[in-house]
């Protein structure tokens, strides 16, 4: 989550911390996937699962790269389909998932983290979800072509997800129908903040909770930012997910952001709704989300 150094608050947050009612909230989130094939694993081994990944964050930074990597090979990522984005100011982790057509959804986080503290929560539990719902797109045949990107340098003004939406947007005869962004997950269910998604998307998004009749709150984290703002200013709709309450607020950017901060409750349920989100997406329009359709639109 990247901010210009001012205080960071919540607007009109209604705070939920999900501990006490994870296997609902999983339960329902995942049940009735039909694009995912793969019969999803018991709640109680993922949830060991992610807390071997929660444990595993590397703290250093020099050794984040590297880890995104292996984790995305122990999610069944081949090494063909891995490969890096250079920059002048970092370098992103690219990993492709062919469906029937080119056209593309973007499924990204980002992977670096400020100097004080560990960047468990910002946001190595977002890198978490993304390898994860990778690892169930991979195992399922789709219309659409998927990159998971992991970016660099967000911390530093969102300059990898700048780099990789400028590149998707000049490559204009392979369309980018959408891209989702996963941003800090500590102890609440997964929100939508409407300063960092667009509007159509977001309402997607709403559609798609309202249908297992879960709340998806949209309340704004002021004097924040994220990568998904990098893709709508280039008219690319993005929307991104945190796990953030007020209070969780108080991890970001110093040294209490730590590997005890981030509850995997959180972890389980952003992944359970990304999963249901990003799946969703595979059989609509490419330009659902656009503004006009992608015929009427110029580079």
Request: glycine letters at 6%.
């Amino acid at each position: 989550m990247q901010n210009g150094k001012t205080l960071l608050s919540r607007s009109g947050e209604k705070s939920r911390f999900i501990a006490f009612c994870t296997s609902a909230i999983f339960v329902i989130l995942v049940g009735g996937l039909s694009l995912v094939s793969a019969q999803e694993k018991n709640i109680d081994d993922l949830k060991k699962e992610f807390q071997v990944e929660v444990q595993n964050t590397p703290c250093d930074s020099a050794l984040r790269k590297e880890a995104v990597i292996a984790l995305f090979k122990k999610m069944g990522a081949p090494a063909s389909a891995i490969t890096t984005q250079k920059f002048d100011k970092g370098e992103n982790i690219v990993i492709t998932k062919a469906g029937r057509s080119t056209e593309k959804i973007v499924v990204g986080a980002h992977y670096d983290k400020v100097d004080d503290g560990c960047g468990a929560v910002d946001n190595w539990s977002g890198i978490i979800i993304l390898a994860n719902i990778y690892r169930k797109i991979a195992a399922s045949d789709t219309q659409k072509t998927y990159i998971f990107l992991a970016f660099d340098s967000e911390e530093k003004g969102l300059f990898g997800s700048k780099h990789a939406a400028k590149a998707l947007k000049e490559d204009d005869a392979v369309p980018v129908c959408s891209m989702v962004n996963f941003d800090s997950f500590a102890s609440a269910a997964p929100q939508a903040p409407s300063n960092m998604a667009n509007t159509k998307l977001l309402d997607a998004a709403k559609k798609v909770a309202k249908e297992v009749e879960f709340a998806l709150y949209s309340d704004p984290i002021d004097n924040a930012d994220s990568d998904s703002s990098a893709f709508n200013d280039l008219g690319i709709p993005a929307i991104s997910f945190d796990g953030l309450s007020s209070v969780d607020l108080r991890y970001l950017h110093n040294t209490n952001d730590r590997i005890a901060s981030v509850k995997v409750e959180s972890l389980l349920t952003g992944y359970a709704f990304g999963l249901r989100f990003v799946a969703s997406l595979d059989s609509l329009a490419c330009d659902s989300f656009y503004k006009k359709k992608r015929q009427d639109r110029t580079k």
